[in-house]
């Protein structure tokens, strides 16, 4: 099998990396990253720190999304608060 992820079998594969392994992980948040965070923490009833890396805010829009339930797809934990 080649180590070129665009050869593998799995195209899924090659769409899933760390953000400790992005080129650009240590780089400031994007805006949208921002805006989506806000969104979230609102939700959670957290804050959001100042100065983040896209690395650092794509790991707590992960813990975010898992608290509130949103951006999972399954909306079990959203339909569980609304209970």
């Known amino acids: 099998m080649s180590d070129n992820p ?4 799995d ?3 090659n769409t899933i ?6 080129v650009t992980g240590d780089e400031p948040a994007t805006g ?3 805006s989506y965070l806000h ?3 609102e939700a959670a009833g957290e804050e959001v720190p ?3 890396k896209k690395a650092q805010a794509s790991e707590l829009i ?3 999304q898992a608290k509130t339930g949103r951006g999972t797809g399954d ?3 959203q339909a569980d608060d609304d209970a």
């Open 6 to 9: 665009k050869l593998q079998n």
């Open 11 to 13: 195209p899924q594969d």
């Open 17 to 22: 990396k760390d953000p400790n392994d992005w």
């Open 32 to 34: 949208a990253q921002l």
């Open 39 to 41: 969104t979230l923490a």
């Open 50 to 52: 100042e100065g983040l």
């Open 62 to 64: 992960e813990t975010l």
């Open 75 to 77: 909306g079990k934990a």
